[in-house]
């Protein structure tokens, strides 16, 4: 399963286009590029709130000095049945985000009520979510 969460940044006209793009799923955790291959995979462990931050503002920079031409393109596009997708799409729907994290996690709930693993993984999804937002990076 894949989460993925869209932010813009300032960007220059020669890189119009492109988006920072949170990525969550079994083989990476970090940002990515939506044009090309570049990203910045999240360090293992990493869990205090203000290191999340930092990391966030670090790949960031990163993001907007990197050349895509240096990197293969992307190919498919972002998985609209990810958990942070099903959040945003809430929150796009006039909820605010602390409800539509609420809402979604009771619909997890009732979806995957048999498993766990998917119930942690959303909890901490949501969490997250919720971090970035108070961040103003969503």
Known sequence: MQFVDHSRINQSSEKAGRELVWTSD???QGWT???????????TLLAD?????????????????HNCADHLSRLGGPDSESFTARIRKLVSQGFKPKDAVELFLQEVALEYRNQPKVLAQAQAEAE???????????
Do not use: M
């Not at 590029?33 to 360090?43: G, R």
């Not at 990391?55 to 993001?63: E, G, I, P, S």
């Not at 997250?128 to 969503?138: E, M, Q, S, T, Y």
């Open 26 to 28: 079994r083989a990476f």
């Open 33 to 43: 590029c939506s044009q090309c291959e570049w990203n910045s995979p999240i360090p």
């Open 49 to 65: 709130p203000e290191a999340r931050t930092a990391y966030d503002r670090l790949a960031a920079a990163k993001f907007r000095t």
């Open 128 to 138: 997250d979510f919720l971090r970035r937002v108070r961040a103003g990076l969503i």
